[in-house]
C-alpha cells in the first residue's frame, strides 16, 4: 500500500486525500449528525405537543374549580332513588356490557359484585367512567385478567357507593 501511495503523483494524492476527507465528513454527517437532527425534531414535536396539552389541563382545572366552587364540591347524583343493583345493571345494558355480565349480586346494601367474560376493554373503562362521574359510584376492588382476545376481558369488580 506504501509502494502504490509513493507511486503516485503529488496531485494524485491530493485528490485521494481531499476525497477522503469529504467522505469522512459526510459518513460522520451520515452516521451521527442526521440521526440525531431526526431525533431533536420529532422531540420538538413531542414537546410542542405536550405543552398544549398541559395549557388545555390548566384551562380544565380552572373550569372544574370554577364549577367546584359552583356546587360546593359536591357530586350530583342522578340515582333518583334506584338502588346500586338496578344502577349497575342498567348502566351496562347502556354502555354495551350486558352480554358479557355473567354474574351480578349484591353484597349488602352498599355493594354489588359484577363479573364480566370477554368484555370490551374500551366499554368497560367507558362505564365505570360513568359510574363514577354520573352516579358517584366507587369501584372498591377490580380484578382484570386478559383474555386471547385482543381488547377483551374478563374482569370482577365490586362497587361502592360513594358518599353523596
Do not use: H
Amino acid at each position: 500500500m506504501k509502494q502504490y501511495w509513493q507511486q503516485l503523483k503529488p496531485r494524485e494524492r491530493m485528490f485521494i486525500m481531499i476525497g477522503g476527507g469529504f467522505f469522512l465528513i459526510l459518513v460522520l454527517y451520515l452516521a451521527v449528525l442526521e440521526p440525531l437532527i431526526i431525533k431533536v425534531d420529532e422531540l420538538t414535536v413531542k414537546v410542542d405537543k405536550q405543552k398544549t396539552l398541559v395549557k388545555s389541563l390548566k384551562s380544565m382545572s380552572k373550569e372544574v374549580a370554577l364549577l367546584r366552587q359552583n356546587t360546593g364540591g359536591a357530586v350530583i347524583s342522578k340515582r333518583q332513588g334506584q338502588s346500586l343493583l338496578v344502577l349497575v345493571d342498567r348502566t351496562s345494558k347502556r354502555e354495551k356490557l350486558a352480554k358479557s355480565i355473567t354474574r351480578i349480586e349484591p353484597d349488602g346494601t352498599a355493594r354489588v359484585r359484577v363479573w364480566l367474560e370477554k368484555a370490551a376493554f374500551d366499554d368497560l373503562i367507558k362505564w365505570l367512567s360513568v359510574l363514577e362521574s354520573k352516579y358517584n359510584i366507587l369501584v372498591e376492588t377490580a380484578v382484570v385478567d386478559k383474555t386471547p382476545v385482543v381488547g377483551r376481558v374478563n374482569v370482577r369488580v365490586v362497587f361502592l357507593e360513594g358518599n353523596v
